[in-house]
């Protein structure tokens, strides 16, 4: 599976838009992104997943780049308990039965 | 969407005895289930796979006789930490899959004195 780079922390005011970035140059044509958030001291969280084209959920976006090589997972209006790390994975879907890499995320900090 | 249950959600035990715990796939059935590991302030580690019916695959650098996996049923795997030591005191996270989704327990935090 392709691995993936996120920053390490990102600030985003209440009710502001939070837009995370994840680059994954050498993602494979069939691979997917996936995203996850922990809240702390919680099991992982499902947000939303794409192969190639944007997607919405009642929780989020995601927009991938024409080339896939990036993509950017978009909280509409932040809230304080959207406070968490959130990780970029990308895999195929088809390869195994839900074994997850997790690299280090990104930890956003919602303010008021 | 599904829920995977984790028990206990924390365990103080003594160094030298051994904790099991379980994770349940409550409203689907999971022939594979995972397990990872988080220390403080790091990301969740894969430690190894659950397959039902057959043994556990494990990552590298996971030992397999400290850690002990079983998974007897489509919605039950176990984790035993045997001999238990304080290195072992971490939050232990299990994951079964539902495709194309994985759903997480909520975790349990062990600590070894």
């Known amino acids: 599976d392709a691995k993936t780079t996120q920053p390490p922390s990102m600030d985003c005011a209440e009710g502001r838009a939070a837009n995370l970035p994840c680059n994954h140059s050498t993602i494979s044509g069939n691979e997917y992104v996936y995203w996850y958030r922990q809240i702390h001291s919680q099991g992982p969280q499902y947000i939303i997943h794409g192969l190639k084209n944007n997607e919405t959920n009642e929780m989020a976006s995601l927009i991938i780049t024409e080339d896939r090589k990036s993509s950017t997972l978009i909280l509409p209006h932040a809230t304080l308990r959207d406070t968490a790390v959130y990780y970029c994975i990308v895999r195929v879907d088809s390869s195994n039965t839900g074994k997850l890499i997790f690299g280090q995320g990104t930890t956003l900090q919602v303010k008021p | 969407g599904a829920v995977v249950s984790q028990h206990p959600s924390w365990v103080i035990c003594k160094s030298g005895t051994s904790v099991k715990i379980e994770c349940r796939s409550l409203d689907f059935q999971a022939t594979t289930m995972f397990w990872y590991r988080q220390f403080p302030k790091q990301s969740l580690m894969l430690m190894a796979t659950?397959?039902?019916?057959?043994?556990?695959?494990?990552e590298q650098g996971v030992e397999k006789d400290k850690f002990l996996i079983n998974h007897a049923s489509l919605t039950l795997s176990t984790l035993t930490v045997t001999s238990a030591h304080p290195e072992d005191s971490s939050f232990y996270i299990c994951?079964?899959?539902?495709?194309?989704?994985?759903?997480f327990g909520q975790g349990t935090r062990l600590t070894v004195v």
């Open positions: 994951s079964a899959a539902d495709i194309p989704e994985a759903f």
């Open positions: 659950s397959n039902e019916g057959s043994k556990a695959t494990y």
